[in-house]
Each structure stands twice: as structure tokens, then as C-alpha cells.
């Protein structure tokens, strides 16, 4: 049986993915001296944005799922 975190994770990954790579491109396609490179730089925003969205939706599934979120008070000094 699967545990809440990972189908947190697997229905957080759609959103996230969807915001990294539309950010890359937008940065991408929106400075010219980059866009003149767009047709190498596009494919190398698609990996980063999968590569990153894993581990992104993995740290942020826990901070969804409790109630009050304190992060100054989970110090571990």
C-alpha cells in the first residue's frame, strides 16, 4: 500500500512540472540573446524541469498535508 506522501507527490508533480517548465520557457523565449539558442535550450528546460520535479513535489507533499505550517518553531538547533 502506498503511503499519503506519495500520492501527494504523484498529484502535486502535474502542477509543478507545468510551472518549471513554463517559467524556463518563458525565460527562454522572452530574452533574445537566448532565443537565438531556443532550439538547444528548450529541450535542456524539458529535462530540467522533469529532473526537478520529483524532488520538489516530494519536499513540498508534507507541508500540504499539516494543518499549520511553523517553520520557526521545527528548528533544530
Sequence with gaps: ???????MTGM???PINA???GAGAVLVLSI?????????LLPAVIVTSIALTVPLAWW???MLRSRNHYPEFNRKW
Design 12 to 14: 502535486l508533480a502535474l
Design 32 to 40: 533574445p540573446a537566448l532565443f537565438s539558442m531556443a532550439e538547444y
Design 60 to 62: 513540498l507533499a508534507p
Design 19 to 21: 510551472m518549471l517548465f
Design 1 to 7: 500500500m502506498m503511503r499519503t506522501r506519495t500520492y
